[in-house]
């Protein structure tokens, strides 16, 4: 295999596994499969994340997706699910 088609698969598997983290999160539910409104949340976590307030932001969304993740694992589910 070309190393061009290796490194196409790679980005092709990380974007699938953020298409993976939207529907988990239940993004795409809550949104109603909005594309308009994901794409505005998502700038609006850039412009979070760029502000003043990005070193905080980025703490705390991080905790909460460890925690999500270990409940994930532990069969818990985020979000109440």
């Known amino acids: 295999m070309r190393n061009w088609q290796v490194e196409r ?23 109603g ?4 409104l994901i794409y505005g949340a998502l700038l609006w976590m850039a412009d979070k994340l760029q502000s003043d307030q990005g070193d905080h932001a980025r703490e705390v ?8 993740f270990e409940e994930d694992q532990k069969g818990d589910g985020p979000l109440g699910r």
């Open 33 to 36: 499969d909005d594309r308009a």
């Open 61 to 68: 969304w991080a905790e909460k997706g460890k925690r999500a």
């Open 9 to 31: 698969r790679k980005r092709t598997r990380h974007l699938i596994e953020l298409g993976g983290l939207l529907v988990k999160s239940r993004v795409v539910e809550l949104t």
